[in-house]
């Protein structure tokens, strides 16, 4: 807020406004307060409730009809004309502007990457890394990247271990050879007692929760320090440029067959 002299404009800067705006100013009225008295000003940005921004265009919402805009984006129901920058001013006519676009950012934002299942989780000490190879990966390939496991509990990490050794896979990707062999000991037991799937995940979960407590981490999925990501249906290309995505983001590559899929670890 500030404040500042009234003065009145001349037969000069009237005629100056004309020949700028075509308008005419009205005639200027003279206050019992006399030219000398305080005028007190403010400005008041409008606050767009839908977004918490602030807009420099007074009057609400309802003037908002030359505002910047970024992508392309005039609003929800309009294109803008497009340019060769991505930020574009809207021009004036047409509906007035339903929306107040951050500059710099795409509007309604996906992820560039995507879940197997919404039941798996990224870390937050991972997921910037995670954001970083997917997006590497779509820039070389146009394709988005799908992450099939992330952060495991001991029960999940049983299931996964599972279902490898029941499609012939020996586990041979696991360094720790002695933790392995313990879990897979209780896979065989519980397989040849005739134990279910339900059974024998509880045997193997029960292993890998020993474990733990006594600071061994077969995997490290079980530190949130992990996640599989799909590879069925990439070309050798792509393939490659999701290595060396990985590789760009600080992580290490662990190829595995069965199932088909890249093991990252951070």
């Known amino acids: 807020m500030t404040y500042h002299r009234r003065s009145l404009p001349n037969s000069i800067s009237r005629f100056s406004y004309y020949l700028r705006t075509g308008r005419i100013l009205p005639e200027p009225k003279i206050l019992d307060a006399g030219v000398d008295a305080l005028v007190e000003t403010k400005f008041n940005p ?21 505002v910047v805009t970024s992508y392309g984006q005039r609003s929800g129901r309009q294109r803008a004309t ?13 509906e007035l502007a339903n929306e107040i676009v951050v500059i710099g950012r795409r509007q309604n934002d ?26 590497e990966f779509m820039r070389h390939t146009g394709k988005k990247m799908v992450v099939t496991s992330g952060t495991r509990s001991a029960r999940e990490q049983a299931a996964a271990m599972y279902d490898k050794f029941g499609a012939g896979a020996s586990g041979s990707d696991y360094s720790n050879r002695r933790a392995l062999r313990e879990i897979k000991a209780a896979y065989v037991t519980g397989r040849m007692a005739g134990q279910d799937r339900h059974g024998t995940i509880l045997a193997m979960e029960q292993v890998i929760e020993r474990q733990i407590k006594n600071g061994v981490y077969i995997s490290r999925h079980l530190i949130a320090r992990a996640i599989d990501i799909r590879v069925n249906g990439l070309a050798a290309g792509e393939r490659q440029a999701l290595h060396d995505a990985v590789r760009k983001a600080g992580g290490k590559v662990h190829p595995e067959g069965r199932p088909p899929h890249l093991h990252v670890q951070f």
């Open 46 to 66: 409008y606050h767009d409730p839908r977004n918490g921004q602030f807009t420099f265009a007074p009057g609400g919402p309802k003037s908002l009809s030359h």
């Open 110 to 135: 996906e992820p560039s990457y995507s879940l197997k299942s919404p039941t798996i989780r990224i870390s937050g000490s991972i997921k910037r890394q995670v954001e970083q190879v997917a997006v």
């Open 82 to 94: 497009s340019l060769s920058s991505e930020f574009i001013i809207q021009s004036d006519g047409g």
